[in-house]
Structures are given as C-alpha cells and as structure tokens.
C-alpha cells in the first residue's frame, strides 16, 4: 500500500488546515491509521490515531481539542482536521497504516506503511 500525504503549508498561528492520507489499495479500509509528526530537531511523535472502522479515535494530549481524526472508506482517505493551530505544531506531518488494526497504537513500529510527510508552518 502506498500512502499519499498532503495538505499541509503555511499558516497563521490560531488558523485550520487539512490533512489527508489517500492509499493506493481499497485494503486500507481495513487497516488502523495514524498520523505523526516530527519538528524539527525532533524525534519524530505520535499526533492520532483511527481505528479502521473509524468509530475509535485516540488523540496525544497535546491536540485534544483542537485536531480531529476521520476517515473515509470509500475514497481510502483519512483526514487530520487541524484548529486552532499553534507555532508549536509546526512540523512535518506523516500518515502511517497498521495492518493490523490495532487500537490505540502509538508506537512508529506498530505501523506498516508510511507516507512521505507533509511541511506544517505554523507562523506566530
């Protein structure tokens, strides 16, 4: 499976961006995404996460509130809805895929597939 992310840009601090996660393969419907970021100078950390069915979500503390997590099957897509964005978030964005479906999975090895990042420039 491949994983296309994009969305991402410059942006005013307390301003919205979207993210998305478009796979290559129908099969991505059956596999939990997450999305990471990593700043710079950074390691790179976990941000959300969605189960496949998309009824489970779970969030870093950091962005509870603010981000939101969705999926939509039919297009093989998972969105990350970024508000009320600070300079802190600047950072490159990356989706990733468990084939397993796990939930809750934060750990960058329990994902199989990776997207090759998308810049978030949050400006103060």
Known sequence: VQLQASG?????AGGSLRLSCAASRSTFSRYSTGWFRQAPGKERE????????????YYTDSVKGRFTIARDSAKNTVYL????????DTAVYYC??????RLGATREAEYDYWGQGTLVTVSS
Request: negative net charge; aromatic residues 6%; hydrophobic residues 40%.
């Open 8 to 12: 991402g840009g410059l942006v005013q």
């Open 81 to 88: 809805q970024m508000n009320s964005l600070k300079p802190e």
């Open 96 to 101: 990733a895929a468990d084939i397993l479906g």
């Open 46 to 57: 976990f941000v959300a996460t969605i189960s496949w069915s998309g009824s489970s979500t």
